[in-house]
Every structure is written in structure tokens, then in C-alpha cells.
């Protein structure tokens, strides 16, 4: 068994080695899974909510240590761990009411009834990324376990801290052995051997669009149902008749939160002409007086890049452009690059087109609705975006027109448990969280009953 450094990426310290798990350990675990999934499956409505309920109080009850191994796995600012600890509760509270409405359908039929009902898939493989390790894990584990599936899965390699404590907390709440089994691991062993594997009914993958197309593939040799929630490049379209001052003051945040290292990081800038100049000399004050500071400062509001790696694709993309300002970050050790804004020569360019996951945000003008939806819409990409307008007839009109799976007028809204995310066209299939996430772990099965 080979064994992986983690390492701190505010310092590039190492933190501890993690065991990778080989093919025949992700077997094994998928077994037990499969042993366990008749029982859980048969776990009384009412009291797998208890146990989900249970499992969240007693994830309550450690979100600090949580935190705490996310900021110094991954480099997430002690604001945002903290949240992202809390929405693992929120995720299986949220799901816990599940497990008793999981409704089947009674259908008019002649001479009988005929009812549907939900039946849990078996075991469902959920392969996680390094950006946000605790809540991606719990929109894709919560709804799974609801429905009465068993869960494997698999953490990033570079982040399997939280996943590998929050297997431990689920069996404190009383969450029977073999239900949820994390298996740290590399995702050419590990990830791959969840598509591959019979037994495996369903892979919930969120990565990159390369291995997503991979994964869907992988899928389709056995008809596996999978969800993919893929990359971005989301548009924030700000048009000349908005309130610039709070467009410009929230811009920063919505493409720096988490070092840029979001699926959902509005990293390109559309901004009405008449006002792009206005728009400029707002951002730039806001963008310098980000709080780059060490994570664990609790006032720090952008943290490093996740490696040394992620650092050089980024710095790669920067080094092609002129970059116009920047925000601060530290010296010395870590993988650090600051906020960075640059004015885009033409939507040819790979800043503007490719998802750049780092602190860097591309801008350009555009003239009118038809010209800021046509932009905005160029893309292989659809996952969210933003619009900032006074108009409500023109933001429900862009909002329309945009093509992607989650969009918000005059804010940078977050991803909400109890809505539907997921993205158009590269972005992804299918949806995750809101009140049908359950369904997407179960078939739906017809029974007629002759009278
Ligand atoms: P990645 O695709 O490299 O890895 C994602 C996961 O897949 C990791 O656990 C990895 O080990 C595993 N993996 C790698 N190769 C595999 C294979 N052949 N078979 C099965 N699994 C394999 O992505 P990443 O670099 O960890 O994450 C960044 C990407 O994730 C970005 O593109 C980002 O946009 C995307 N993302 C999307 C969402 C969303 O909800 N749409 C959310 C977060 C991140």
C-alpha cells in the first residue's frame, strides 16, 4: 500500500501520510457496502431520519475540529470551513425528513390500482474533489443514504482529512458499519474502480470536465446511472442601469471566495460599456482591500491555492496576459497568487474561455441585452452566473435567455442545500440537492394491482 503527504498549503508543510486504498481494498469496501445495503434499505422510514439526525447533531458538535483540519488541509479560510462544516449538518437535517416522504404516485388505471414506488439503488459510489471536500461530500452522501442506499467514497487525493473524520462521526451516531465507507484513494484505482465495478449502481462525480466525460463513459459500458457536476466559467453580466458601487464591492468575492478554486467562480466580467470605465475604478479599491491573509486568521478572506501544481497552471494562464491590478497576498512559503483582474483583448483568448480555478478574473465590455446574453452564453460551459440590473423585466429576461443551471440577479448567491444545482451543456448532468435529490437515488418501479 503506498501512502500520500498531505501537506498544509499555507505553509507546504506537510501535515500527515494517508494510506491510498488499492483496487482490491476499494473491492472489499464496495462489498461490505453491497452486505450492508439490505438492511439499511429496510431500516423503518422513521428511523433512518433519527439516525440522519443523529449523525448531523453529532457532526454539530465538531464543526470547530472540522474546520480546523480543512483549513489546514485545504486552505480554506476559517470563515468559509466553518460554513462548510455547518452544511454537512444542514445537508443530512435537511435530508433526514426524506427517508419518510420518499412518495410514490397512485395512477388511474381500469380494472386495478397502480402505484409507484421509490426503491434505493444498492451501493452508490460518490467521488469527491479537492475544492470543497465537506460539502460536496454531503450533497451527494446525505440524498444517497436518505433513499436507502449504502454509500463508498472517494475523497481527492490532495484532501481526504474531513471526509475520513466525518466516516468516523457516522458510526459514533450509530450509522451501521459498512453504510458509509470512505476510501482514500487515487482516482485512476479508487474512482476508477467505482465505475467499473457491478455493484456499484450509480457514481455521483464532480470533478473536472475531462475526467467527468471519462466517468460518463466508464457509466455507460454497464448503463450505471451517473451524475456529473463538472466545470465553469460563469458570466457576471452588470449592466450600466445597476447600483455599480454594490456590483463592483460583491464582484471580488464571487470569483475569489476559495482562491478562485470554484466550480461556480463568476471569472468572467460583462460589463455595459457606458459604464465599464465607472465599473473599473470601483472594482479595483474593492479587489486591493481583500483580506489575503493566512486561513487560520480568523479575518482572512481568500486563502492559498490548494499546490504548487494548481499554482503553476494559474500562474501559466496569468503570464500570457497584461494584467491590470491586483490584490495583495504573503510572501514566502505556500501557494499563494493574489486576486488578480485583467481586461480581456477578445473572447478568443484562454483566460476568457477556459476555467482558469485560481484568483483570476477576465473583464470585457459589451453593448447591449442581446450583445451581454450572446457573451454570456458563449461558453461550452453552463453551470451559474450572475446579473446586476435595476431592471426586474430585463434581469428576468437575462436570466432566461443565460444557459446555465444557477443564476442570481443583483447577488452572488451561494449554493443552497434546498435548491437544485447542477449545470447546462459541459457543466454537468443531472441535478444535485433541493427537495428531488432523494429521487435521483432511487428507480422509479410501476405496480398494477388487478382488482
Ligand atoms: P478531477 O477531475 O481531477 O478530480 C475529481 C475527482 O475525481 C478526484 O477525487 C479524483 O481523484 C477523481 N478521479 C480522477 N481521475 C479519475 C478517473 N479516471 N476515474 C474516476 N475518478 C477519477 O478534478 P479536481 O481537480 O479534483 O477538481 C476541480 C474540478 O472540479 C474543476 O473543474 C471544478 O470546476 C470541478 N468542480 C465542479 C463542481 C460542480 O458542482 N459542478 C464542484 C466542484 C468542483
Known amino acids: 500500500m503506498s501512502t500520500f503527504t498531505v501537506v498544509n498549503p499555507a505553509t507546504a508543510e506537510p501535515v500527515t501520510d494517508v494510506e491510498l486504498a488499492t483496487v482490491e481494498d476499494a473491492d472489499a469496501a464496495i462489498a461490505r457496502a453491497h452486505e450492508a445495503f439490505p438492511s439499511w434499505a429496510a431500516v423503518a422510514p422513521g428511523e433512518r431520519a433519527t ?10 458538535a465538531h464543526v470547530e475540529e472540522l474546520a480546523e483540519i480543512e483549513v489546514r488541509n485545504a486552505g480554506h479560510t476559517w470563515g468559509n470551513a466553518t460554513w462548510e462544516a455547518g452544511n454537512v449538518r444542514d445537508c443530512l437535517n435537511y435530508y433526514s425528513a426524506a427517508p419518510e416522504r420518499l412518495f410514490g404516485r397512485q395512477i388511474p388505471v381500469p380494472g386495478g390500482i397502480d402505484v409507484t414506488f421509490r426503491e434505493p439503488l444498492g451501493v452508490v459510489g460518490v467521488i469527491v474533489p479537492w475544492n470543497f471536500p465537506m460539502p460536496i461530500m454531503a ?11 449504502t454509500v463508498v467514497l472517494k475523497p481527492a487525493e490532495l484532501t481526504p482529512l474531513t471526509a475520513m473524520r466525518i466516516a468516523e462521526l457516522a458510526l459514533e451516531a450509530g450509522i451501521p458499519e459498512g453504510v458509509l465507507t470512505v476510501v482514500p484513494g487515487a482516482g485512476s484505482v479508487v474512482g476508477e474502480r467505482f465505475v467499473t465495478h457491478p455493484l456499484v449502481r450509480k457514481v455521483c462525480f464532480t470533478g473536472s470536465t475531462a475526467v467527468g466525460k471519462r466517468v460518463m463513459a466508464g457509466c455507460a459500458e454497464q448503463v450505471k446511472r451517473c451524475t ?12 450600466a442601469d445597476a447600483d455599480l458601487a454594490a456590483a463592483a464591492a460583491a464582484a471580488p468575492y464571487a470569483v475569489f471566495d476559495n482562491a478562485g478554486q470554484d466550480c461556480c467562480a463568476r471569472s468572467r466580467i460583462l460589463v455595459e460599456r457606458s459604464a465599464y470605465e465607472e465599473f473599473l475604478s470601483l472594482l479595483e479599491p474593492a479587489v486591493k482591500a481583500m483580506a489575503v491573509l493566512d486561513p487560520s486568521d480568523r479575518r482572512s478572506e481568500m486563502g492559498p491555492l490548494i499546490s504548487q501544481r494548481q499554482k503553476d497552471v494559474v500562474t501559466g494562464y496569468v503570464d500570457e496576459v497584461d494584467v491590470a491590478f491586483t490584490g495583495p497576498a504573503p510572501d514566502g512559503p505556500g501557494f499563494w497568487v493574489p486576486p488578480t483582474v485583467v481586461l480581456a483583448d477578445s473572447t478568443e483568448q484562454r483566460i476568457w474561455r477556459e476555467e482558469v480555478f485560481g484568483p483570476v478574473v477576465a473583464v470585457l465590455p459589451f453593448e447591449d441585452e442581446a450583445d451581454a446574453v450572446a457573451m454570456a452564453n458563449d461558453t461550452d460551459y453552463g453551470l451559474s452566473g450572475s446579473i446586476f440590473t435595476r431592471d426586474l423585466g430585463r434581469a428576468l429576461r437575462v436570466a432566461r435567455g443565460v444557459q446555465a443551471g444557477n443564476l442570481s440577479v443583483n ?19 443531472g441535478r444535485e440537492l433541493g427537495p428531488d435529490a432523494p429521487d435521483a437515488f432511487t428507480e422509479e418501479k410501476n405496480v398494477f394491482i388487478a382488482h
Open 411 to 429: 447577488s452572488h448567491s451561494a449554493v443552497r442545500y434546498w435548491t437544485p444545482f447542477g449545470g447546462f451543456k459541459q457543466s454537468g448532468l
Open 139 to 149: 450533497w451527494g452522501m446525505a440524498p444517497a443514504l436518505a433513499a436507502g442506499n
Open 51 to 60: 439516525l440522519l439526525r443523529r449523525f448531523a447533531a453529532v457532526v454539530d
Open 228 to 239: 456529473l457536476e463538472l466545470g465553469g466559467k460563469s458570466a457576471n453580466v452588470v449592466f
